[in-house]
């Protein structure tokens, strides 16, 4: 083909034009060789229509091959539409149908695609579903459960997925669930066997001795399996526990009471250690053994089982009516049948008290906190107790305080124990013959009772204390005496004896003058002048007073007195003062039943004053022992 023959192909009016064109340009070349050939016009026009048929051929095999692919491409969209409705069927979903605007060829391509996508979701959903199957078979195995089914060829919809996933995550939990159960159960059961010395038995308990829980199937009747091997365990260690307890109990009770070594004791308990079915046997035959010896000392195991008894009777709160109940005590007909009742009553005493021991104790405690209680509010009026070194006094608040909070409940507690203990046994529980309420009130009776007691004796003390004083006048307190300025104290005899000073004279027993008692100047009223300062040569005055000593004044031995007298002068008389309070009481004077009439001095000032209040006290006390002036002696 030259360059000639080629055509416009742009546009589709041009590429038929240059069809058109380039046939007639074909016919006329061939027309024209046939003439130069020399072919008549009819059979160039043979030759043309064989030309006709050719292209005419060629033209409809090329348009029935056009139409056989349109044909193809709308028979692919039917099949590609469908397999869109059934994928989107299957996956729950929808597909987008193309317009009807659009050609063929772009149907069939914009429904290939979709049929593509929705392929690629429905393998995810298969994946998905073979994952979720695995899961749940292996979790349904663990926990020993048929899975249910779930086809691996089958996309799953969503609400199977769902569900699916519910499942999964139920029997997830379910499995964290037994595995925490299966390692506390195996925990304990090893601690169960180990107390009871037992090893495993078969697979299943084989694997829990091993440790190769992971291998333990979780199923309902394993579980159930191993919950009542642990309950049962539990159930026997408890069993042997409480027999264990008795045997031995009894044991040491029968070693007490026949005074075996107690190497041997020490040697058999080494010996005999946990609670295994093994050591209860060993028990039982220990006990046997001991039975056995005991016949043979009838006597000194009846006595010794009332000491038992008389432990237990104390422990809980027994009276004596309560303890008369049990005749056989008082027995002395000694026998194997008054043994028996012993040991038996020995034994109910011991199983009610273990039984209950939680309660006694609390009882006992109770008691002890009320003791407590009774020696503080007792101490409350001793005055020794704000002597408060160490703090002694917040100690002592602080424990008051701590009982004050917890008797009451201590009490509150012991009240609803002892409503389980009569409901359980049918009886009154007792404190020592009292009923517990009524056993409370009796004991906040009596401290109050002994309260009020040491409160009149008190006040009766204080009576006698103001009669003596009222008869025969106070003792004075026991202070340092002071010294007033300007007087003189004058040495005792024996004091000056001790020290060797030698008087320059010595007075003859004929000499002496009667019994010389003297008023310490501390106890002597003061008047508000002040008063001057003795002068060296200022008179003493000496009070004596013969006759009657004070009830409180303790007997000392006579010791020789060395003094030097001067001549005794008569002092001038006393006028009695006036017995108004204001002259007593208003001028600072104390009162003359303080007065300590002892070996003490005064000013003869000091001394003037304290005889006149001293005077008006005996006018209104009645007849006293009195001053005799004429007893008055003046001394230099």
């Not at 809980?316 to 049948?337: A, C, H, I, Q």
Request: net charge neutral; with cysteine; charged share 35%.
């Amino acid at each position: 083909m030259n360059s000639s023959e080629i055509g416009d192909f742009k546009s589709l009016e041009g590429a038929r034009d240059t069809c058109s064109n380039l046939l007639t340009q074909w016919l006329d070349d061939l027309q024209l060789l046939w003439g130069e050939v020399g072919i008549p016009p009819e059979q160039q026009i043979t030759r043309i229509k064989v030309v006709y048929e050719n292209l005419s051929e060629l033209c409809r095999a090329m348009v029935d091959e056009e139409k056989s692919r349109r044909d193809g491409y709308i028979e692919n969209i039917a099949k590609c539409r469908a397999e869109c409705q059934r994928l989107a069927e299957e996956l729950e979903t929808s597909f987008e149908e193309p317009p009807e605007d659009y050609t063929v060829l772009r149907k069939e391509k914009v429904l290939r695609n979709q049929v593509k996508q929705l392929i690629k979701e429905r393998q995810l959903r298969l994946r998905e579903a073979i994952s979720l199957r695995t899961q749940e078979g292996e979790l349904c195995a663990r926990l020993g459960r048929i899975p249910e089914y779930i086809q691996s060829d089958t996309v799953l919809t969503k609400e199977q997925v769902k569900e699916a996933n519910t499942r999964i995550g139920f029997l997830t939990a379910e499995k964290n669930k037994r595995d925490i159960k299966l390692a506390i159960a195996a925990k304990d059961i090893l601690e169960l066997w180990t107390e009871l010395n037992i090893r495993a038995r078969n697979d299943r308990e084989e694997h829990i001795e091993s440790g190769n829980l992971d291998s333990f199937q979780l199923s309902n009747e394993n579980m159930q399996w191993l919950e009542q091997m642990k309950q049962s365990l539990s159930m026997t260690l408890d069993d042997n526990k409480r027999l264990q307890k008795s045997l031995m109990t009894k044991v040491q009770s029968l070693w007490t009471r026949m005074e075996l070594p107690e190497e041997d004791q020490k040697k058999f308990l080494e010996q005999h250690t946990g609670y295994s079915d093994a050591l209860i046997v060993k028990l039982k035959e220990e006990v046997r053994r001991l039975e056995e010896l005991k016949l043979q000392n009838l006597e000194r195991f009846i006595k010794l089982t009332r000491d038992e008894i008389e432990k237990y009777w104390e422990l809980m709160f027994y009276s004596e009516e309560d303890k008369r109940l049990f005749t056989p005590y008082f027995s002395e007909t000694v026998g194997e049948n008054l043994l028996q009742e012993h040991e038996k009553k020995l034994e109910c005493l011991v199983q009610e008290y273990n039984s209950y021991e939680n309660l006694y104790m609390t009882i006992k405690s109770r008691n002890k906190m009320w003791e407590r209680y009774e020696q503080m509010e007792c101490k409350e009026s001793d005055p020794n107790r704000f002597d408060n070194r160490g703090g002694k006094l917040l100690k002592e608040e602080k424990e008051r305080k701590k009982i004050l909070r917890d008797l009451p409940k201590c009490e509150d507690s012991i009240i609803r124990e002892i409503s389980t203990w009569e409901s359980e046994s049918g009886r009154i529980f007792t404190v020592f013959g009292h009923k517990f309420s009524d056993y409370l009130n009796n004991q906040k009776e009596e401290l109050q009772n002994r309260k009020d007691q040491m409160k009149e004796n008190k006040l009766k003390a204080k009576e006698e204390a103001m009669q003596n004083e009222l008869t025969y006048g106070s003792t004075p307190a026991k202070t340092p005496k002071r010294r007033i300025a300007g007087t003189t104290i004058l040495t005792p005899a024996n004091k000056r004896t001790k020290t060797g000073h030698t008087p320059n004279t010595t007075p003859t027993r004929a000499a002496r003058t009667p019994r010389t008692r003297f008023v310490h100047s501390s106890l002597v009223a003061k008047s508000p002048i002040r008063t001057p300062v003795r002068e060296k040569n200022f008179p003493r005055v000496v009070v004596k007073v013969p006759g009657q000593k004070r009830p409180d004044t303790p007997t000392k031995k006579a010791a020789p007195i060395v003094e030097e007298f001067v001549p005794e002068v008569r002092a001038p008389a006393i006028q009695a003062p006036s017995t108004s309070k204001e002259s007593s009481m208003d001028s600072g004077c104390v009162s003359v039943s303080n007065l300590d009439l002892d070996n003490q001095v005064a000013d003869y000032a000091d001394f003037e004053n304290e005889a006149s209040i001293w005077a008006s006290k005996q006018a209104l006390m009645g007849p006293q022992p009195s001053l005799n002036p004429s007893l008055w002696s003046i001394k230099e």
